[in-house]
């Protein structure tokens, strides 16, 4: 009997699971952009699952973007600048190099956003600004409540800038880098990892009450290279070896 693929896991996740690895072999260039994948029956023998959990499975890598399908022809690997989704495999975020990109993403679209954000923002902007900081240092801050008031805190700043192409793309961001917010409450002791977490907020919010462009970037820099030293990556320095 052939062994099945390692990735079978639940019924339920197994076209996640091979559209995942259907990912990982195209942004790993074993698929290249313009290749056709290989067909149904032949993908469904590879992972020992039936072509309706194939199907579903470039369903969603069509949905992410990643492949274009050919009537009567089959599926095709788009080049990453063809691709109309933008799509982050939270899997790959366990691979500390992809996790050092993420957080040099957030550190050029976070600051600037946060320069943006403290020259157009209204009182309004800054009351929902206050609201999520208030509640990541109130009752909630022991708990994951605190992290849904953290990420709502970046995207009320993203708000503010009053771009929504800004705010749908550190909205987005934000999804993935719960994931970071949670290994680092693990891997740190909680009340200190808290205290310096709240207190770079509020440096944050400061500078942008006073309307200060300059010093909220800044403030919110050093909260991004702060956060990425909380799970294990330098970003300042890898930024400077670089220049």
């Known amino acids: 009997m ?3 693929s390692s990735i079978i896991g639940s019924v339920e996740a197994l076209p996640h699971r091979v559209a995942s690895h259907l990912s990982r072999e195209i942004e790993g260039g074993d698929i290249i952009p313009g290749a056709r994948l290989p067909t149904e029956s ?5 992972f020992g699952v039936s072509r309706n959990v194939v199907r579903e499975a470039i369903a969603q890598l069509r949905a992410d973007g990643m492949v274009e399908a050919r009537q009567g022809i089959g599926a095709f690997v788009m080049a990453p600048e ?30 600037e956003s946060a320069t943006l954000a403290a020259a157009r923002c209204a ?17 909630e801050r022991w708990e994951d409540g605190s992290i849904e008031a953290d990420l709502l805190f970046h995207r009320a700043i993203a708000r503010a800038t009053g771009n929504s192409y800004i705010y749908t793309f550190i909205s987005f961001v934000c999804e993935q880098i719960r994931q970071s917010i949670h290994y680092a409450r693990l891997t740190n002791p909680l009340h200190d990892l808290v205290e310096v977490n709240v207190a770079e907020h509020v440096r944050i919010y400061d500078a942008l009450a006073a309307h200060d462009p300059q010093a909220a970037g800044e403030a919110m820099r050093r909260h991004i290279d702060g956060a990425a030293s909380r799970v294990g990556v330098e970003l300042t320095a890898k930024i400077n070896r670089g220049k």
């Open 82 to 111: 063809q691709r109309t989704a933008i799509r982050i495999d939270r899997e790959a975020l366990k691979d500390q190099r992809n996790m050092e990109q993420l957080f040099e993403l957030r550190s050029i679209l976070e600051t």
């Open 42 to 46: 032949q993908l469904a023998d590879k």
């Open 123 to 139: 009182s309004d902007d800054l009351d929902a600004i206050k609201a999520a900081l208030d509640r990541m240092g109130g009752e």
């Open 2 to 4: 052939k062994q099945r």
